[in-house]
């Protein structure tokens, strides 16, 4: 049995789907631990490109299990257009290949109405305090909060019709106020959230279930276990760029909240790493570079959301950050993506360190205040301009190449497990054995 988590060491968007699936040929198991329908893969399998942002890709192999753990946030209108999507394509999504946590929080309407509203600040002097974080406008903030003030809906509610009926009243109680006062918005009726319920738990019922024990059961019985996490590091709502991060625990530590898996059970724990830095969304960002070459490599990595269209801010890459993500995720090894991106740059750098102060810092300061005083100190490292996608080994990489990837794995501080050098499943040197 081998349990390995994916994580994102950056910012997100590190191009976790092509490495998730990848690793998914060896997987009994596909787990989702934690955020929700902000996160998007892209996959290619079979020739065809699937979208994912709740269910697992594990899903696109026949005979693997997908779960999605009690740390997620669902929409459930978004699980069932997934559902239908892949089933008009063949993928059969059934209660044996699939299960969604009872226990996970149930995004509802009102919760998507609040992450609108607070991201457009209100005209005048009021403008002030209020800090407007880029989210990607799913709700999942809203969501994550009623669960921490314990008025969430979970999906396990939603064959609840009393318990549903009575929770959610008490909740638009208190959404409707701030509607009407704050916001300016229309009022939510509870009529219109139990037609919802109802008509999810038609739908839904068959795979809400306790996805804990079929975790433990897979478990006990040594099979191997993938977490696929979503986000990155620098977006963790404890140790990421607070108050610009999302609101779930996006290291590898999240996959026991999210999912019950026993601390000890992680064996592995990759890291994903994009060649160079991109960011969605507000908050400093040390490395990101404005000018042309950012431009350049917006357009070479196709650098705009999967789940929103909106550009990524580009920048070199930064090793203080990922040194961070390999301290809080106990990374065993990283996973290097999108170095084909960087032919024909021109000469590279990465960030080694910062320096505050006069000092120089090997981590991430706690806090942004910090963090935006910060200077990266850069190493220079030589481009390439040869065609790298039939790489298979490292050797197959012309030198530039590999002394950035020597660079890049001496100033993380983890060995490389893997490197992608295009987006097709087999553009890949893998240098590890997962599982
Ligand atoms: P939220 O998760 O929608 O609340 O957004 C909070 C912050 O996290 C924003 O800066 C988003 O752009 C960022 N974010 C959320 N999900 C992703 C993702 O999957 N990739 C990259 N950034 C993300």
Not at 200 to 212: E, H, M, S, T, V
Not at 354 to 363: A, F, K, S
Request: proline share 6%; glycine share 14%; with cysteine.
């Amino acid at each position: 049995m081998t349990v390995v988590a994916v994580v994102g060491s950056q910012w997100g968007d590190e191009g976790k789907g092509k490495v998730v699936d990848l690793l998914t040929d060896a997987a009994d198991l596909v787990v989702r631990f934690q955020g929700g329908n902000n996160a998007g893969h892209t996959l290619v399998v079979g020739g065809e490109s699937y979208a994912l942002h709740l269910v697992p890709s594990g899903i696109l192999h026949p005979g693997k299990r997908a779960l999605v753990g009690n740390g997620v946030v669902v929409d459930p209108d978004v699980l069932i257009g997934e559902i239908d999507d892949l089933a008009a394509r063949g993928v059969e999504v059934t209660p044996g290949n699939f299960t969604v946590s009872a226990s996970a929080h149930v995004i509802m309407p009102y919760h998507r109405m609040l992450d609108g509203a607070r991201e457009r600040p209100p005209a005048g002097d009021c403008a002030g305090g209020r800090v407007v974080i880029g989210t990607t406008g799913r709700g999942i903030g809203p969501c994550y909060e009623d669960k921490a003030s314990r008025q969430g809906l979970r999906m396990g509610d939603l064959l609840l019709p009393e318990r549903f009926s009575s929770r959610a009243g008490a909740a638009l109680l208190e959404k409707n106020a701030l509607f009407r006062t704050l916001y300016a918005l229309p009022e939510v009726g509870l009529p219109e959230l139990e037609a919802l319920r109802e008509r999810w738990a038609a739908r839904l019922a068959p795979f809400i279930g306790d996805a804990r024990a079929v975790l433990w059961e897979a478990l006990s019985a040594g099979r191997n276990v993938l977490f696929e996490g979503a986000q990155g590091s620098q977006l963790d709502i404890d140790h990421g760029t607070y108050p610009y991060v999302t609101s779930s625990t996006t290291l590898s530590g999240g996959a026991c909240g999210g999912a019950g898996a026993p601390p000890r059970s992680l064996g592995k724990v990759l890291g994903l790493v994009k060649a160079y830095t991109t960011r969605v969304g507000e908050g400093p960002f040390p490395t990101e570079v404005a000018g042309p070459f950012g431009e350049r490599l917006r357009e070479a990595g196709r650098e705009y959301g999967t789940t929103t269209g909106r550009p990524r801010r580009c920048g070199h890459l930064d090793a203080v950050a990922v040194r961070t993500a390999v301290a809080l995720s106990g990374i065993t090894s990283l996973a290097v993506t999108k170095l084909d991106v960087l032919r024909g740059l021109g000469p590279l750098k990465i960030a080694e360190s910062y320096r505050l102060d006069g000092e120089l810092v090997r981590h991430m300061p706690p806090d942004i205040r910090d963090l935006a005083r910060c200077e990266p100190v850069y190493r220079d490292c030589d481009g390439f301009g040869e065609d790298i996608s039939g790489a298979r080994r490292l050797s197959d990489l012309p030198g530039a190449a590999r002394r950035y990837l020597d660079c890049l794995e001496e100033l993380c501080g983890a060995p490389l497990g893997l490197v992608s050098v295009g987006p097709e499943r087999g553009e890949t040197v893998l240098l590890e054995k997962f599982f």
